[in-house]
T-cell receptor
Framework: AQSVTQLDSQVPVFEEAPVELRCNYS??????LFWYVQYPNQGLQLLLK??????LVESINGFEAEFNKSQTSFHLRKPSVHISDTAEYFC?????????????FGQGTRLTINP | EAQVTQNPRYLITVTGKKLTVTCSQNMNHEYMSWYRQDPGLGLRQIYY???????DKGDVPEGYKVSRKEKRNFPLILESPSPNQTSLYFC?????????????FGAGSRLTVL
């Protein structure tokens, strides 16, 4: 079985500052990794995913995450945040095969951007 | 527009009064799932369905029922709601085709049981 730990429940940062949201996972098999974002009063949207290949994956709005197998981590980073990045961010893991039936989510990290 | 539609978006009910939260997707996805979101606990899977007439329990199925009679619909049924089922519920779907690993979520249904 897989599990995910997001190490920070809340992260306050100033606008234009860098941010890192931490995610560690546990699994006895190969995994797929995801970051989802939830804007206020909305459902979850995929931000980025790692399935295979390059361990550094990027989103269209400037976020990136790096899969580190030795440290079982998939931390999310952005070099300069904007007010519009205020949201809750969820890290998720599934087994690395097409028929995987379960996506396991972390507890979420609430990112607050202060002007 | 490709989407997952949940109804109702908000509901206040009383203990023991049966209710159904509907979920419909227009993407011809085989896989559908229900999650509940609670502060500090993230999202936990209630039930999922791999296809029509195929459903299985997730991590927190107690107190819930589901059915999958049509590919597009996956209703969540609370036969006798209790206050501990007060939560934000999300329905999600995805294809089971090769390379399709991403869930599409509905906007959520906030349920309060008094």
């Amino acid at each position: 079985a897989q599990s995910v730990t997001q190490l920070d429940s809340q992260v306050p940062v100033f606008e234009e500052a860098p941010v890192e949201l931490r995610c560690n996972y546990s699994s006895s098999v190969s995994v797929y990794l995801f970051w989802y974002v939830q804007y206020p009063n909305q459902g979850l949207q995929l931000l980025l995913k790692y399935l295979s290949g390059s361990t550094l994956v990027e989103s269209i709005n400037g976020f990136e995450a790096e899969f580190n197998k030795s440290q079982t981590s998939f931390h999310l980073r952005k070099p300069s945040v904007h007010i519009s990045d205020t949201a809750e961010y969820f890290c998720a893991v599934s087994e690395a095969f097409q028929g995987a039936q379960k996506l396991v989510f972390g507890q979420g990290t609430r990112l607050t951007i202060n002007p | 527009e490709a989407q997952v539609t949940q109804n109702p978006r908000y509901l206040i009910t009383v203990t023991g009064k049966k209710l159904t939260v509907t979920c419909s997707q227009n993407m011809n996805h085989e896989y559908m799932s229900w999650y509940r979101q609670d502060p500090g606990l993230g999202l936990r899977q209630i039930y999922y369905s791999m296809n029509v007439e195929v459903t299985d329990k997730g991590d927190v199925p107690e107190g819930y029922k589901v059915s999958r009679k049509e590919k597009r619909n996956f209703p969540l049924i609370l036969e006798s709601p209790s206050p501990n089922q007060t939560s934000l519920y999300f329905c999600a779907s995805r294809s089971t085709s090769a390379g399709a690993n991403v869930l599409t979520f509905g906007a959520g249904s906030r349920l309060t049981v008094l």
